[in-house]
């Protein structure tokens, strides 16, 4: 079983609304990273995060998305304002080393907008 | 440019073997890891592959070549519930593609009877 907890499960949004999700890294796994995964399975990296400071995040993020990670509260990711293309699983990861060489997933935050 | 390719399907027999493929390119190689996805599910990671070579992990085996780019996942004595997709991951270097992994699309493995 999962020890990365994603909230909500399942989220049904309308066009041009905010759509937020949550993420609970494993215990005392300082990076954390987000991943959408289209309908056609490609993987898109989001942002990634080690403690609460972003390290990489590509443009789309930077322009639509909010994200944090506060320290002993959950990680955030949300898309100001939804769009029909941002329908997904968004999944969250952490690793216990920057270098990353195994990542923990969450079971994903299945996005669906209207 | 940079991206990971997988075949998108895969069928084997009960009890017999699988070799998922995977090719490569991208800024410098710092690793390649494998995931195993079921329908609904995480991803689980399963190995992680960094020197060229054979990697034997019982059930799965890894096979890395960096200077062609390629890697594959050997499933062996399969059973149905290996039926799942599997994910190769290839972290670049810092510069390039920053640390995050570059997944390919997976191959969903289908083991009959």
Redesign the interface.
Known sequence: N?K?IQTPRYLVKGQGQKAKMRCIPEKGHPVV?W?QQNK????K?LI?FQNQEV??QIDMTEKRFSAECPSNSPCSLEIQSSEAGDSALY?C?SSGT???????????TKLSVL | GQGVEQPDNLMSVEGTFARVNCTYSTSGFNGLSWYQQREGHAPVFLSYVVLDGLKDSGHFSTFLSRSNGYSYLLLTELQIKDSASYLCAVRGDRGGSGNKLIFGTGTLLSVKP
Do not use: C, P
Request: no cysteine; proline share 0%.
């Open positions: 999962s990365v990273f991943y056609n399975n490609e993987f990296f990634n390290l990489q999944l990861a920057i270098s990353n060489e195994r990542l923990f997933f969450g079971h994903g």
